[in-house]
């Protein structure tokens, strides 16, 4: 089979599209390269939202945890404290069983004025049930790092802030917020990075892929065992994970020199790459 | 276990789960969390020697070792995670058997990799195929625990190397001033002073660790993540102690355990940070004479 072939009967395969039937018989490397990269888009797309959104709720976390009224601030050490202190893995059986266990039912409710009918068997699936479980694990370990960086705001910033008369929601938007991601960021991207690495742990996640549409490490372990030869589809998921781990530092590189950009030269911080396995 | 657990069928609640908890699979269960410390009784130390070691060799005079020590660190730190554990173990398995083959079948001329298939000599099987379940299965685990090791040695190294060069150079300096060798001034004052430095970055390993322990079951160990799901499982009236899916339950469970060992962690570690910044040449340090002044 040609490689152009390949693309087109693989090349969404992991979305439903395309061949039904998985390569079998003489596998080339073409069809592997084809499928494991059709199974990457479902990495990228839980890194994707599970980072945009976890964003957002990681902020109100870290402000939570740095708020004094114990009402606020417990939920939120709490929740940072269960999702950091307990193994992704162990998180995502337990949602799935979870999951599982709820009562079938509907809710429909009306988003941006379309009607949307929401099953809870959709939280048994990995592309809602995986995605949830990915998106609390970041914003607990992003939530930290902004809660860390909240507490490094220079004081002399605030002090300033107070006497031209900035106040509450004004200046945590143009003072506290600016700088405090500023000074998170070059840890939020080591964050970013690790959470593209933990969607590995889907496959794992007791999560079905239905009708086969997997991501990268299905597919890779659908031909490690067909083929029996584990050496051509595992490194062809790392040099896949390497690429697109690149591709986040490049982008949050262009976004941290841009936070940076009022600092001479010398005093930007420079991103430093520290991948870790495993949380 | 106890007398009354003849016929479970007919037990009232709190006596049914007395019996259903102290049954043999249960025990099995409870030996599992074993294993796990066992992990990381045996993981850590070695690779904190491993750390240290890769640390040490970092900042060696001559070249080639010093190559070794930052190669290694290197190394692993730039492989992507859990593709590197469920690999690394293959190709360490197939490495020894490889070796073997080499040693004990020179005679052999059948190529070893037919097509997909890796095939060595009978005497070359490691562990020989003859040999009792236990061997397999302590094998297996020894295979983890050098993953782990090589693993979590490097991250060791990079953090003990940091640390290692945090320690203020005019310690090091005087030290010199005073005649001392290098190796008194390795021992006697770089590596008593650089545990201060190290520990933030070694309390994030072992935290790091303790969570990675639940990959043993991706590495076909019987560990609590394998009993877990095992007994969690639906049970048909068919069994002694019928129930239905409790895996959720049995989670629930791991997930206190995990969450509890991170706690006492995080306590003993605090503790361990004061008593090391005693006397040091740092804030913390500094903070502590004068709280006794």
């Not at chain 1, 799935?96 to 009918?117: H, N, Q, S």
Request: charged letters at 15%; one cysteine or more.
């Amino acid at each position: 089979m040609i490689c152009a072939e390949a693309f087109q009967a693989y090349g969404l395969r992991a979305l439903g599209y395309g061949e039904r039937l998985l390569p079998r018989g003489e596998i080339g490397i073409c069809e592997q390269v084809v499928l494991i990269g059709s199974g990457m888009i479902w990495n990228i797309y839980f890194a994707v939202l599970a980072l945009t959104f976890g964003f957002f709720f990681a902020m109100a976390l870290a402000v939570a945890k740095a708020a004094r009224p114990a009402w606020v601030r417990k939920p939120a050490e709490w929740f940072i404290f269960v999702f950091r202190g307990s193994p992704l893995f162990i998180q995502f059986f337990m949602a799935y069983e979870a999951f599982v266990l709820l009562p079938r039912m509907g809710v429909e409710f009306t988003l941006l004025g379309v009607a949307i009918e929401a099953e809870t068997r959709w939280l048994a699936r990995a592309w809602l049930g995986a995605l949830i479980v990915l998106f609390f694990n970041t914003s607990a370990y992003a939530g930290e790092i902004f809660y860390g960086a909240l507490k490094a705001v220079p004081k002399g910033d605030l002090e300033a802030a107070d006497a031209y008369g900035l106040s509450g929601w004004t200046r945590f938007r143009r003072i506290t917020f600016p700088t405090m991601l500023r000074l998170a960021w070059p840890a939020y991207t080591n964050e970013a990075i690790f959470l593209f690495h933990a969607t590995a742990l889907v496959f794992f996640s007791s999560f079905p892929a239905i009708q086969q549409r997997g991501d990268a490490l299905y597919y890779a372990s659908y031909f490690a065992d067909r083929t029996f030869n584990p050496f051509i589809p595992y490194p062809i998921v790392a040099v896949y994970f390497v690429i697109f781990t690149l591709l986040i530092i490049a982008v949050f590189g262009l976004i941290n020199a841009r936070l940076n950009r009022h600092l001479p030269r010398a005093a930007r911080p420079r991103l430093r790459i520290r991948p870790q396995v495993m949380r | 276990m106890f007398e009354f657990c003849t016929d479970p069928s007919v037990l009232p609640t709190g006596q049914w789960f007395a019996c259903y908890l102290t049954n043999g699979v249960h025990f099995l269960f409870y030996q599992s969390f074993l294993t796990v410390f066992l992990l990381l009784a045996i993981t850590a130390p070695l690779a904190l020697a491993m750390g240290f070691g890769a640390a040490a060799a970092s900042r060696a005079e001559i070249a080639p070792i010093r190559w070794l020590g930052k190669g290694y660190t290197a190394m692993v730190r730039g492989v992507p995670d859990i593709v590197f554990f469920l690999f690394f173990v293959l190709v360490l398995d197939q490495g020894i058997e490889y070796i073997r083959h080499l040693i004990a079948c020179p005679g052999w001329t059948d190529p070893i990799r037919q097509g997909a298939n890796f095939i060595v000599c009978d005497a070359a099987r490691t562990p020989q195929s003859s040999a009792p379940q236990w061997v397999h299965e302590t094998y297996n685990f020894a295979l983890a625990i050098f993953t782990y090791a090589i693993v979590f040695g490097a991250f060791c190294g990079n953090v003990l190397y940091g640390a290692m060069q945090a320690v203020p150079r005019a310690q090091l300096e005087t030290a010199e001033a005073y005649g001392m060798a290098r190796g008194q001034v390795f021992w006697r004052v770089l590596v008593p002073q650089m545990w201060i430095y190290a520990l933030p970055g070694l309390s994030n390993i072992w935290m790091i660790l303790i969570k990675a322990t639940p990959l043993l079951f991706l590495l076909g160990i019987q560990d609590i993540v394998f009993w877990a799901r095992e007994l969690g499982g639906s049970r048909t009236s068919a069994y002694q102690y019928p129930h239905p899916d409790w895996r959720f339950w049995y989670f629930l469970g791991l997930l206190i355990f995990y969450l509890a060992f991170t706690r006492v962690s995080e306590i003993v570690l605090s503790r361990l940070t004061t008593r090391l910044s005693r006397g040091q040449a740092t804030a913390g340090g500094e903070d502590l004479r004068r709280a006794e002044a």
